[in-house]
T-cell receptor, first 116, second 109 residues
Framework: EADIYQTPRYLVIGTGKKITLECSQT?????MYWYQQDPGMELHLIHY???????EKGDLSSESTVSRIRTEHFPLTLESARPSHTSQYLC???????????????FGPGTRLTVL | KNEVEQSPQNLTAQEGEFITINCSYS?????LHWLQQHPGGGIVSLFM???GKKKHGRLIATINIQEKHSSLHITASHPRDSAVYIC???????????FGTGTRLQVFP
């Protein structure tokens, strides 16, 4: 059982509000990721981090920003939410398995965001 | 065309049936993951494969690197197996995953 947490699980807010989606992991993983998933669609990487003070944009352009001040914490912020931001946001962290020579990712439960 | 294609998109089965979900990819990879996503949205990693075959309980995953194809099998399916099964690949020189759109499985009693 992976120890990665996201809050809130569900959020309904009005247009123009600033929001922060929280993601925390207690496994000491250096690598963390944010994905966006629309209903019935594939996950798209929007941000990732290889460690403290390291953040990169993912493959899908996003108006959100992230920060990584502590290893265990990787919050995502939307300065001014819009209806187009309505989606599910999934956080993940990963560790490297020497035997498999690759990482495996552990996912949080997700935050379902609705912007009215 | 997506770099990772899954089939079928939707699958219904009776309890006890043998299930096969397929994944084809068009890029060079270092690993392939099978993930399970339940209606609440949470995702669980089932398998990570770079070659051959893995088995965990009633689940079996195989990969053919030459054919760029992987299958996930569920033996003696059960209603609690109902979920979306997602194939994801890691390109050889990056840590990023490329995801398929998933196969929605419903198993009826």
């Amino acid at each position: 059982e992976a120890d990665i947490y996201q809050t809130p699980r569900y959020l309904v807010i009005g247009t123009g509000k600033k929001i922060t989606l929280e993601c925390s992991q207690t496994m000491g993983h250096d690598k963390m990721y944010w994905y966006q998933q629309d209903p019935g669609m594939e996950l798209h990487l929007i941000h990732y981090s290889y460690g403290v003070n390291s953040t990169e944009k993912g493959d899908l352009s996003s108006e959100s920003t992230v920060s990584r001040i502590r290893t265990e914490h990787f919050p995502l912020t939307l300065e001014s939410a819009r209806p187009s931001h309505t989606s599910q946001y999934l956080c993940a962290s990963s560790e490297f398995y020497q035997d498999e020579n690759t990482d495996t990712q552990y996912f949080g439960p997700g935050t379902r965001l609705t912007v009215l | 065309k997506n770099e990772v294609e899954q089939s079928p998109q939707n699958l219904t089965a009776q309890e006890g049936e043998f299930i096969t979900i397929n994944c084809s990819y068009s890029v060079g990879i270092s690993a392939l993951h099978w993930l399970q996503q339940h209606p609440g949205g949470g995702i669980v990693s089932l398998f990570m494969l770079s070659s051959g075959k893995k088995k965990h309980g009633r689940l079996i995953a195989t990969i053919n690197i030459q054919e760029k194809h992987s299958s996930l099998h569920i033996t003696a399916s059960h209603p609690r197996d109902s979920a979306v099964y997602i194939c994801a690949v890691k390109r050889g020189n990056t840590d990023k995953l490329i995801f398929g759109t998933g196969t929605r499985l419903q198993v009826f009693p």
